[in-house]
C-alpha cells in the first residue's frame, strides 16, 4: 500500500510546491470526472475567448468615389482619333497585343509572360503576402502547446520530503496542455488582418501591373525594332540611289561635262548617308538584346522572332473605357487604393493598443512520480487564469504611434489621388499622341512622295547631264529625311496605340487565371 502511494502527491509540502507553481491539483476524483472537467476547461475558455471579441475600434475603409467627370480631354467631342473609330465603354480583351495581328508579336508576348523574371517575382511576393495574411489570421484564435517534463530532484536532509516513504531523491513527470489566448475585445487583431489582406491585395495588383508592364514593354521593343530596321533599309535604299549618281556624275566628270567639285560634293553626300548606319545598327542590335532580356534569356539566346513594320496592322477598332471605369481598371490605381485600404486599418490598431489588453490563459494535465501513475485520476491537475493590463505611462509613444498611423492613412489618400490623377493625364496623353500620330502619318506620307517625285526629276537630268548641284543635294537629303520620318511616324503610331492599351489597364479582368 505504502509503494503504491509513493507515486502520488499526498503531502502539503508537494501541495505548496504545486501553488506556488500555479497548480492546483485534483484530489481523490474519478477518471471520468477529471476528463469531463478537463474538457470544460478548454471549452469555457473558447467560450469566453468568443464572448470578449467585441467591436473593431478605428475607421471602417469606405472606396474613394471614382471622379465626376465622363471624358478625358478638354472640348466637345474631343475623346476621338481621326481614322481610327473609338468604341467607347467597349471591353479590353486580357490579350490586346493579338489585335496586331503579328503572329510572331503574340509568340514572343507569350514566351516573355512564361519566363519573365521580374513577373515571377512579382507573383512570389503575391504568395508571400499572401501566407502572411493566413499567419496573422491565427492570432484570432487560441494557442495550444502540449509538453511533457521529467525531472529527478534531491531534497535537503534538512526539509521534508514531499513524499510518504520520507525519500528525500524522487522523480516527478509532468505532462500538461497550455491554452492561452489574447482576447481581441477592442479589435486590433482583426485590424490588423484587415491590414494584411489589403496588403495582399495591393501586391496582387502590382503583380497585375508587372504583367501589363511586360506585355507593353515587349510590344513596344518589337515595333521599335521594326522602326530600325526600316530605317536601315531606307538608308541603304537612299545609299544605293547616291552611288548611282555618283557613278553618273564620274562618267560626266571624266567626259569634261561638270567639275571635279560636282563630283566631291555627291561623295561628300555618300559618306554622310553612310555614317547614319553605324549608329542604327548599333541601336537594333541594343533592341535584340532588350527582347532577350524581356524574354527571360541570356543576351547569346537571341528569340527567333524578327519584326519590321510591315510585321504590325493597327488594331481596327479601339477601345476607350469611361472615366468611372478607368479607376476600377488600371493596377496602379487599385494597388494604391489597397494601401490606403491597409493604412487606414493600422489606425484601428494603434487605438486598440492603447486601450486594455486581456488575457486567458488555462492549464490541464496530471504530475506524478512515476510515469505510469500519470493516468490516475489522482495526478490530473487544471488552471484557469486571466489577467488584464493597461499602460499607464509611457511618455505618450503609443498616443504618438496612433497620430503617425493617422498621417501615414492620409500620406496613403494623397498618394492615391496623385494616381488617379497620373492615370487621367496617361489616358489623355496618349489621345493626344495618337491624334497627333494621324497628322503626322498623312503629313510624312505626304512629304515621302514629294521628295519621291522630286528624286525621280533630278535623276532624270542628272542621266540627261542637265545637272544643278546643288538641288542634287537637297533632293537626296529630302528624300532620305522624309522616308526616316514616315517610319518614324507609322511606328509612333503603333507605340501609341500600345500605350492606350496600357493606360486603359490592359483587360486583366477579363483574363481568367487573374487572382485579386
Not at 523574371?117 to 501566407?131: F, G, I, K, N, W
Not at 491565427?138 to 521529467?150: K, M, N, T, V, W
Request: glycine residues 8%; hydrophobic residues 45%; proline residues 4%.
Amino acid at each position: 500500500m505504502g509503494d503504491r502511494r509513493k507515486g502520488q502527491v499526498v503531502r502539503g509540502g508537494w501541495q505548496k510546491a504545486l501553488a506556488s507553481g500555479c497548480w492546483e491539483s485534483a484530489q481523490a476524483r474519478s477518471h471520468a470526472r477529471l476528463s469531463h472537467e478537463r474538457l470544460l476547461v478548454l471549452s469555457g475558455l473558447l467560450v469566453v475567448s468568443q464572448a470578449l471579441s467585441g467591436c473593431a475600434v478605428g475607421p471602417d475603409f469606405k472606396p474613394q468615389p471614382p471622379p465626376a467627370t465622363t471624358k478625358y480631354l478638354s472640348g466637345p467631342a474631343e475623346d476621338r482619333v481621326p481614322g481610327h473609330p473609338m468604341v467607347h465603354d467597349a471591353e479590353i480583351p486580357p490579350q490586346w497585343w493579338e489585335l496586331f495581328r503579328s503572329p510572331a508579336l503574340n509568340r514572343i508576348v507569350e514566351d516573355g509572360l512564361a519566363h519573365n523574371s521580374d513577373l515571377a517575382a512579382a507573383e512570389a511576393a503575391v504568395r508571400v503576402a499572401q501566407a502572411n495574411a493566413l499567419a496573422q489570421r491565427g492570432a484570432l484564435f487560441p494557442s495550444i502547446a502540449g509538453g511533457f517534463d521529467a525531472t529527478r530532484q534531491r531534497v535537503a536532509v534538512d526539509l521534508s520530503s514531499p513524499l510518504e516513504s520520507g525519500a528525500n531523491i524522487f522523480d516527478l513527470h509532468t505532462g500538461q496542455v497550455t491554452v492561452s489566448y489574447i482576447a481581441d475585445v477592442w479589435g486590433g487583431t482583426r485590424r490588423m488582418v484587415e491590414s494584411a489582406d489589403a496588403q495582399a491585395e495591393m501586391r496582387a495588383f502590382q503583380r497585375e501591373g508587372v504583367y501589363l508592364t511586360l506585355a507593353s514593354n515587349i510590344a513596344l521593343a518589337a515595333i521599335e525594332e521594326g522602326r530600325l530596321r526600316g530605317q536601315i533599309a531606307a538608308t541603304h535604299r537612299v545609299l544605293g540611289l547616291q552611288s548611282e549618281v555618283l557613278r553618273l556624275l564620274k562618267q560626266q566628270q571624266e567626259q569634261g561635262q561638270i567639275a571635279l567639285t560636282d563630283v566631291a560634293a555627291q561623295e561628300t553626300a555618300v559618306s554622310q548617308t553612310r555614317l547614319l548606319l553605324p549608329p542604327l545598327e548599333k541601336q537594333l542590335a541594343q533592341q535584340r538584346h532588350l527582347l532577350t532580356f524581356l524574354t527571360g534569356r541570356l543576351s547569346s539566346d537571341a528569340p527567333g522572332e524578327t519584326f519590321s513594320l510591315g510585321s504590325f496592322r493597327m488594331p481596327r477598332r479601339l477601345p476607350l473605357s469611361l472615366p468611372a471605369d478607368l479607376v476600377r481598371q488600371r493596377p496602379d490605381i487599385r494597388a494604391a487604393e489597397a494601401n490606403l485600404h491597409s493604412t487606414n486599418a493600422m489606425i484601428g490598431v494603434a487605438i486598440a493598443n492603447r486601450l486594455p489588453q486581456i488575457t486567458l490563459t488555462g492549464n490541464v494535465g496530471a504530475a506524478a512520480a512515476r510515469f505510469a501513475d500519470l493516468a490516475t485520476p489522482g495526478a490530473g491537475l487544471w488552471m484557469i487564469a486571466g489577467s488584464a493590463a493597461q499602460t499607464i505611462f509611457d511618455a505618450g509613444a503609443l498616443a504618438n504611434k496612433q497620430v503617425a498611423a493617422e498621417e501615414e492613412a492620409k500620406e496613403s489618400l494623397a498618394q492615391y489621388r496623385s494616381t488617379v490623377l497620373a492615370a487621367f493625364q496617361n489616358v489623355a496623353d496618349v489621345l493626344r499622341a495618337l491624334q497627333a500620330g494621324t497628322r503626322a502619318i498623312s503629313a510624312a506620307t505626304d512629304a515621302e512622295r514629294s521628295a519621291s517625285e522630286s528624286m525621280s526629276l533630278v535623276r532624270k537630268q542628272v542621266d540627261q547631264g542637265q545637272i544643278s548641284v546643288p538641288l542634287l543635294l537637297a533632293a537626296q537629303q529630302a528624300y532620305l529625311q522624309t522616308s526616316l520620318a514616315h517610319l518614324d511616324a507609322e511606328a509612333s503610331q503603333l507605340a501609341n496605340t500600345v500605350a492606350l492599351f496600357q493606360a486603359l489597364g490592359g483587360g486583366w479582368w477579363n483574363r481568367d487565371d487573374h487572382r485579386t
